[in-house]
């Protein structure tokens, strides 16, 4: 179970899953005592959830041929609609502030790019042009925020375009989902002490405040989101990760 995405109320979140036997996106209550499964099947490695502003959709990206495509499906379950299609590859969805775009990256102009489309479909504009990987808007829409794939930091450019800055060291390469925006700022996985931590980084101020301190180091790639509250995060852990020994009995 890895890469949440709460929901704006914050009473349940998306998450993506090998829990049925293959990658597929699930739907859980804020306490985890409730779970349902929200695709199925047709879009191998169907991952990297993110909820629309309104709470009514979540995109994702998935391989029903070969090459990763967004996809938007209703958060109360139903058939996905696939806005973008090609010979590239498109993942790890984020949606613009009033819920009108959505933000991904993709190799379709020979390195990964962040780019935006429509969420009803269309044509998909690229943002940047010095490598990107999630992207994700400011609250008031003035800014993209990004990661890059294989360098440490966060990036951002005004959303009308622009010179980029990097703002940020951390996260460090690797962890590049492991940030969010929200109203208050940053939040993001923080490797320049001697203990892991999450904190928060003010871009007004500058201000860097600690949120919590981690025990270990989180598996790479996506892991965290915080609710429209600001009081609680969720972060992806390995503590209890394991393997089982299967006996099949009368094989053929």
């Given at each position: 179970d890895s890469a949440p995405s709460f929901a704006p109320d914050g009473m349940q979140f998306a998450f993506q899953s090998w829990r049925s036997g293959t990658q597929e996106l699930w739907?859980?209550?804020?306490?985890?005592?409730?779970?349902?499964?929200?695709?199925?099947?047709?879009?191998?490695?169907?991952?990297?959830?993110?909820f629309s502003p309104d709470g009514q959709e979540v995109a994702f990206d998935g391989r029903p041929a070969g090459h990763s495509h967004i996809f938007v499906v209703s958060a109360a379950g139903g058939s996905p609609r696939e806005i973008t299609s090609g010979e590239s590859n498109d993942i790890l969805p984020r949606w613009s502030a009033d819920g009108q775009f959505v933000y991904f990256a993709s190799n379709r102009s020979g390195a990964w790019q962040a780019w935006k489309i429509s969420a009803r479909g269309g044509q998909p504009r690229?943002?940047?042009?010095?490598?990107?990987?999630?992207?994700?808007?400011?609250?008031?829409?003035?800014?993209v925020y990004y990661t890059k794939s294989d360098l440490d930091g966060i990036w951002r450019i005004p959303a009308s375009?622009?010179?980029?800055?990097?703002?940020?060291?951390?996260?460090?390469?690797?962890?590049?989902?492991?940030?969010?925006?929200?109203?208050?700022?940053?939040?993001?996985?923080?490797?320049?002490?001697?203990?892991?931590?999450?904190v928060l980084y003010d871009p007004v101020t500058k201000k860097i405040t600690r949120v919590a301190t981690l025990d270990r180091y989180p598996p790479p790639y996506s892991g965290l989101t915080v609710n429209r509250g600001e009081d609680e995060l969720l972060i992806t852990d390995e503590h209890d990760a394991?393997?089982?020994i299967t006996l099949v009995e009368n094989f053929r």
């Open positions: 739907i859980s209550s804020r306490d985890g005592l409730s779970l349902r499964q929200l695709t199925s099947g047709g879009r191998r490695m169907t991952g990297s959830p993110s690229q943002v940047t042009t010095n490598g990107a990987f999630v992207a994700i808007e400011s609250p008031d829409g003035r800014w375009g622009g010179p980029e800055e990097r703002i940020l060291a951390q996260p460090p390469a690797g962890y590049w989902g492991y940030w969010c925006v929200a109203a208050r700022g940053i939040y993001l996985f923080d490797t320049e002490l001697s203990k892991p931590r999450i394991g393997s089982h």
